[in-house]
């Protein structure tokens, strides 16, 4: 299904499954994401040493990995590829969003879980970015390059793609297949802002458009929702 939505805060272990396997041919990974509502003073460990990005909704968490430290703000995103990845929280409650891409078995409390078969022979990134729409903006149906699961941060959305229509909440996640039109339309009377992970070619590093249009006339069209880049990194897919 080119469009799906998972509920929040599911159970430990519940899992939303999409699957696009008909896109690509070739290796079958899965990208996950989770929502981790973690208390002030605790530490979390992430022992798999897979492609990772990590923005940070709420708070000010410090990322241990590889010797190195990272304390992330509010709105801003952190990536790696190696193990025993650690999160120290602060004084005060965090939220962050985690996507996770993996070859094997999902860690329990995983809120989405979507099947990329890709071209393992082909180079790959991971993209970390957020867009913000002004009151009432629409997508002009884009298509993309590569796959990825959205999480809305505030307002609401109404996503339509391949006959599905989804309406967005903030906290919600939901994936796009990457080569299906999507129409977005953006609250009338709220602010909307999502965060979203892609899997995309490594040709586009460097924060090069994934984006193409269905309508050529939609090209020129002006653009109202902004755009800021956190990660833009090659990944390993083999």
């Not at 022992?47 to 304390?71: N, Q």
């Not at 996507?99 to 409390?109: F, K, S, T």
């Not at 390059?145 to 967005?168: D, F, T, W, Y």
Request: aromatic residues 8%.
């Amino acid at each position: 299904c080119a469009l799906k939505k998972a509920h929040p805060r599911p159970p430990s272990g519940a899992a939303l499954y999409s699957k696009n396997k008909d896109l690509w041919s070739g290796t079958m990974l899965k990208l996950v994401f989770f929502r981790d509502q973690l208390h002030a003073g605790s530490e979390h460990t992430f022992d798999a040493a897979v492609p990772r990005a990590i923005y940070t909704r709420v708070g000010a968490p410090t990322i241990r990995a590889a010797g190195v430290l990272a304390t992330l703000a509010p709105n801003a995103a952190w990536h790696g590829s190696v193990g025993a990845v650690r999160v120290v929280v602060g004084k005060t409650d965090a939220e962050i969003y985690r996507w996770e891409l993996h070859r094997d078995a999902v860690p329990n409390g995983a809120t989405m879980v979507s099947e990329l078969s890709i071209d393992a022979k082909q180079a790959w990134l991971m993209r970390c970015d957020r867009v913000d729409f002004p009151l009432g903006g629409v997508a002009l149906t884009p298509t993309h390059q590569g796959p990825g699961i959205r999480c809305l941060l505030n307002g609401a959305l109404k996503v339509a793609s391949a006959g599905h229509e989804l309406n967005i909440k903030p906290g919600e996640p939901w994936f796009e297949s990457g080569p299906d039109p999507v129409l977005a339309n953006a609250s009338e009377t709220e602010l909307t802002a999502f965060a979203r992970v892609m899997i995309l070619p490594a040709a586009l590093l460097g924060g090069k458009t994934s984006i193409s249009y269905v309508l050529p006339e939609d090209r020129d069209k002006p653009k109202r929702q902004t755009y800021q880049l956190f990660v833009d990194e090659p990944i390993a897919t083999a």
